[in-house]
Structure formats: C-alpha cells, structure tokens
C-alpha cells in the first residue's frame, strides 16, 4: 500500500496559478505511474494528469494541456502539479493517486488515494 498526503490547494482569481505537492510513502516502488486526478461537485472524477515513473512520460486531459505540468522528484517520493492560468472550471477536489499497473489516464487503474485537496478558482 502506498500512503499519499496532497498539499498546496486553495483559492484563487482566474488566471491565477497554484502548486500541488503529493507526498509519497510505503510500498511506492510498485507504483508504474502517478497522477493527479480531480472531481467536481455533480461530476465523474477524472484524470488530469498523469507520469510514468519509470521514464517520466506524462498524460494530460485535453483540458489542462499547455495549463498544467506534472513532475516528480524520485529523491524526495513528492509529485507536482503546477497549475497556470486556472479557470473556474478548475474548481475541484484534487487527489493524488498511485497505479500499480495499468493505464495511467485511466482512473479505473489508480488504487491509492490522497484525501484530497481543494482548488477553488473566481472568475
């Protein structure tokens, strides 16, 4: 099992940018990817963005491309979600999660889960 404690949410105006930290621990070498995935109030959850940890390939939902850049530090076990010019369709609980196999775009992989951390962006 891999514990996950997200960091960094909060509230912003449109246009605005924020910084999400997950900090990872326990059986994390088993984790082929992480990501970051989000769900709105009335709505599905969904994968925002995703990296492979072995390689470092990324996945990006349509919505967030050139907006959002997932990274990792392996030396620190923490993934990043730097997020730029954030919309009010932003606004969402953020979770972090880890997959142990799977596709990493798909949330139906992700097995490990944060408590989450709230983004509210104004317009």
């Known amino acids: 099992q891999v514990q996950l404690v997200e960091s960094g949410g909060g509230s912003v105006q449109a246009g605005g940018s924020l910084r999400l930290s997950c900090a990872a621990s326990g059986y994390t070498y088993r984790s082929n990817c992480m990501g970051w995935l989000r769900q709105a109030p009335g709505k599905e959850r969904e994968a925002v963005a995703a990296?492979?940890?072995?390689?470092?390939?990324?996945h990006y939902a349509h919505s967030v491309i050139g907006r959002f850049t997932i990274s990792q530090d392996n030396a620190k076990n923490t993934v990043y979600l730097q997020m730029n010019n954030l919309k009010p369709e932003d606004t969402a609980m953020y979770y972090c999660?880890?997959?142990?196999?799977?596709?990493?775009?798909?949330?139906?992989?992700?097995?490990?889960w944060g408590q989450g951390t709230q983004v509210t962006v104004s317009s």
């Open positions: 999660a880890a997959a142990s196999g799977g596709f990493c775009y798909s949330v139906a992989s992700y097995t490990d």
């Open positions: 990296i492979y940890t072995s390689g470092g390939s990324t």
